[in-house]
């Protein structure tokens, strides 16, 4: 069986397949309406597949806090002032165990339609990842879906304490939570929001005050860590926490419905002894599942990957350093240092440009022009035979300029509210509005998506940088260019991205390590672009040069 590499391919379920123009800022459902799973027919999952990518990441699957009210399904009513917008937060979960009524046509049987969905996608070949959120849920979580043997969150917990270990919750005793720094008086006092006594907030605010720019509207769980002992924090992990438990049910549940993998939301706010424990336990059942860490600590990815992590989002590392070097602030030298710093880990580091969390490439307030991030894509995608993502929309330059509502004008497409992607929508549902523009950056990301798993020199290759012997070349201009090989058997890429908005004409060394580390072979060879389809003859030699031409904001992937 040949090696594969992970392409992942981030959707927002609820806006993926809305339809609904009207785009009314603050607009309810009903306004603006909203996605489904059944958006994702055949057709849709098979142009996701050909651009590239064999695993879909479905963000929003599990039911979550929302203002639309569900209650005549019996789906728990919330409060609007603990909502972040009229949609809600995906990252502030109501239940574990049901599926989020809204990307549901037949709202009793949205657990079916979920299924549904999963054998849509592995009849077409794509992997699922859904979101598994462990270190906090809504103010309001109640289970209605649970199986009948589990307990609920919080519903054995010693309230009277601030800390206990076998509580899920952290509580600040005979306090009533304060929200009158996040809501106006209006808020308030048209729909009060009580909660005694008050719970900690999701992002260790461990009072109870939350701030406007706290995550107000969530509650941190407890996996037996003591965040304000006297002599300090202090881990409490024997016997095993109550908190432990009832999450690794929560991920077995999924496991057990055929998911491939998990991407775990904020994954180092939660102690590494917890997921040593319920990796284990859950590849022990299903041994090719996989889990994805959301970690932004480079000191900590080690530690993560050794509790049983496959691969951690590499975002202070990669997506910075590439940011800074396509928005003219940092040289494309910068990179080998970048790849240098978790080259021992290499395999494990998940690259991306754009994900929810951050702003899109073509925005304002990031580059301003989508196809500045195709010599990003290059590098990115092809450096190593580690996962890749791109985020809905990306393809088609999407550039996340709406002012939605609660997200407002910020560069983001938004999490919070009811909202059509525009990108999104001409891609996949309104194709003969996509511009020549964006048709070509589409052809380009499903060229160099597909290279990753056509070319086994980037499925499963050796890399050779080749900045180091070109810095000081008069001919080679090392803040614009970033160049490298990869080479497997008798296959060799020779590759040249150009993050300026100019053409090139470089005479690139190929030192003679190179020849040694790649075993290549000197003389005459015929290289072919897998871009552009053109032909090149070139002589090779150990410490020569090799000519070659490049457009602006694009590449080079001489195949020979």
Sequence with gaps: MKQEKLIIYQVLTRTFGNKNQTRKKNGSLHDNGVGKMNDFSYKVLRQIANLGANSIWFTGILRHATTTNYASYGIPLQTPIIVKGKAGSPYAITDYYDIDPDISVNVPRRMQEFEALIHRCHHIGLKIIIDFVPNHVAREYKSIAKPDEVKDLGESDDKSKHFDAQNNFYYCPNEHLDLSAVTNDCDFLCTPYEEYPAKCTGNDKFDAYPQRNDWYETVKLNYGVDYCDLGGRSSHFSPIPSTWLKMTDVLLFWAGKGINGFRCDMAEMVPKEFWSYTIKRVKERYPDILFIGEVYNPSLYRSYLHTGFDFLYDKVGMYDCLREVICNRLPASSITQVWQNTDDIRDHMLYFLENHDEQRVASNFFSGNALKGIPGMIVSALLRTNPFMIYAGQEFGERGMDEEGFSGLDGRST?????????????????????????????????????????????????????????????????????????????????????????????????????????????????????????LKVRLSKDGFCKIQVDALSGRIYKF
């Design 415 to 535: 999490i919070f509210d009811y909202w059509c992607v525009d990108g999104v929508y001409n891609g996949y549902f309104s194709r003969k509005n996509l511009t020549p523009r964006q048709l070509y950056l589409e052809t380009m990301y499903k060229k160099i998506l597909n290279i990753c798993n056509v070319e086994k020199a980037v499925r499963e290759g050796k890399t050779f940088d080749l900045m180091y012997a070109n810095l000081d070349n008069h001919n080679f201009n090392d803040k614009k260019l970033f160049a490298f090989l990869r080479k497997s058997v008798d296959e060799t890429l020779f590759v040249l991205a150009n993050f300026d908005n100019e053409a090139h004409q470089s005479d690139i060394i190929i030192p003679t390590h190179a020849f040694d580390y790649l075993e290549l072979k000197e003389g005459n060879v015929n290289m072919t672009d897998l871009l552009s389809g053109e032909k």
